[in-house]
């Protein structure tokens, strides 16, 4: 995307991943949820990389990384992935912000891998079971018939599910980029091959575990998330020691687009307090 540009790139068990780096000050890195890309930081980044490093990437099979056929991009290896990055970028104790999956991913990788984080912020995450929206399932149900879809109706699915996840109006032109990736014959692919993987296991690995995370947390969620409810996180927050749980108003599951400002101002808060 020419107004999103990821100029830096990673090879992951061959395959590739597109990332950038921007600001200066303490490490900050940025993980996106599906079916998104790092374009979500798009309203949050350039704000905060005015006191911090900021690092984005875009998942394996999303955005502008690698897409190709019978690649897994499952939340099993995701969690490796942020491993590798956070070596690669030579990391210790970065603040962690995440959204949706890539809450799923920061959690994994702290639980699994050993990741350490300075402090991790959770935005609307998939962390507790029950998760995957009718839509999820009913794709998932009838895969075969849905990656066969005419490229126009497809379009048309992919734009009426992202703006499920907005609690605003948004226009046609602000939701294109979000668009973008999954389309033509790679991109529709992509798309369906991302939910086909789409497995509560990989949450049910940790969620056992979460007493035992290892930094400060706090949890913002969109009040109006028609994907994952509020008492979902209000339940998360319960199973994590001393985690702050802060309700978004007239915000819905993708809170990058309701209320950056929301986001920008709890992060430049948590990140004073924990100075």
């Known amino acids: 995307m020419q107004n999103w540009p990821l100029t830096e790139s990673y090879t992951f068990a061959d395959q590739t991943v597109r990332y950038q780096v921007t600001g200066n000050g303490p490490p900050l890195v940025l993980v996106h949820g599906t079916p998104f890309s790092s374009y ?13 490093t900021v690092y984005y990437y875009d998942l394996l099979g999303y955005g502008q990384s690698e897409q190709r056929d019978g690649q897994d991009v499952s939340l099993g290896v995701q969690n490796g992935l942020l491993k590798e990055l956070l070596a690669h970028w030579a990391l210790i104790n970065p603040d962690v912000i995440a ?22 912020t959770l935005i609307d995450p998939v962390a507790i079971a029950p998760w995957g929206s009718p839509f999820v399932r009913h794709v998932r149900e009838h895969i ?28 046609d032109a602000e939701l294109a980029p979000y668009v973008a990736p999954w389309l033509g014959a790679t991109g529709q692919a992509a ?58 108003p007239n915000a819905g599951h993708l809170m990058q687009e309701d209320a950056p400002e929301a986001i920008v101002a709890a992060a430049l808060r948590w990140f004073s307090e924990s100075a």
């Open 40 to 52: 979500v930081w798009h309203r949050i980044a350039p704000y905060l990389a005015q006191t911090r």
């Open 99 to 120: 959204h949706d999956f890539g809450g799923a991913t920061s959690l994994r990788a702290h639980l699994l891998d050993q990741c350490e984080y300075r402090s991790l």
């Open 144 to 171: 075969d018939a849905f990656t066969g879809l005419p490229p126009y109706i497809h379009e048309a699915v992919v734009k009426a599910y992202v703006r499920g996840a907005i609690a605003r109006e948004i226009a």
């Open 191 to 248: 798309f369906y091959r991302q939910i086909a993987q789409m497995d509560q296991r990989y949450t049910d690995e940790v969620e056992a575990r979460y007493s035992q995370i290892r930094c400060p947390v706090q949890i913002l969620w969109g009040e109006q998330d028609q994907w994952i409810p509020l008492e979902r996180g209000r339940q998360l927050a319960d199973t994590i020691p001393a985690a702050r749980f802060y309700a978004v």
